[in-house]
């Protein structure tokens, strides 16, 4: 773009109440895309392209990524993690549970019965 406004050949054209980007080549005005695309596959464009990189530079790769995750995230072994996390969530409430029962009745109430407690929780056990 820079190049371009340097030699003065980028023109903003009002086409039916839109603005469109032209490049005044030596055949005439081109849309910018096209110049562009033509450019860049040119001799002189190639030197300023860059290979491309990063974790999709191969091309594909990315699509490959999205299917591989789809069929993970339907598949029996995301079920066995979220009901295991599930299962921990449960525990951790519990355990919760029996700590709020006053100590002198703890011993009566184990982990798999404390949500029955009859006491109120007490989150302020000292009112």
Same mark, same amino acid.
């Given at each position: 773009?820079?190049?371009? #406004?340097?030699? =003065?050949a980028l023109k903003?054209v009002?086409?039916?109440?839109? *603005?469109?980007? !032209?490049?005044?080549?030596?055949?005439g005005?081109?849309?910018?895309?096209?110049?562009?695309?033509?450019?860049?596959?040119?001799?002189?464009?190639?030197?300023y392209?860059? #290979?491309?990189t =990063?974790?999709?530079?191969?091309g594909?790769?990315?699509?490959? *990524?999205?299917? !591989?995750?789809?069929?993970?995230?339907?598949?029996?072994?995301?079920?066995i993690?979220?009901?295991?996390?599930?299962?921990?969530?449960?525990?951790?409430?519990?355990?919760?549970?029996?700590?709020?029962?006053?100590?002198?009745?703890?011993?009566?109430?184990?982990?798999w019965r404390a949500?029955?407690?009859?006491?109120?929780?007490?989150?302020?056990p000292?009112?």
């Open positions: 773009m820079a190049l371009l #406004k340097s030699k =003065g903003l009002e086409e039916d109440g839109h *603005f469109k980007a !032209q490049v005044d080549t030596d055949m005005p081109m849309p910018l895309g096209s110049y562009v695309k033509d450019w860049s596959g040119s001799e002189e464009g190639k030197i392209i860059k #290979k491309a =990063g974790g999709d530079a191969q594909g790769t990315g699509a490959r *990524f999205a299917e !591989q995750w789809t069929d993970a995230t339907r598949g029996r072994l995301i079920n993690v979220f009901g295991l996390i599930k299962m921990a969530s449960f525990f951790c409430a519990l355990k919760c549970r029996q700590l709020l029962i006053p100590e002198d009745e703890r011993h009566h109430w184990p982990l949500w029955l407690h009859p006491a109120k929780i007490r989150l302020l000292w009112r």
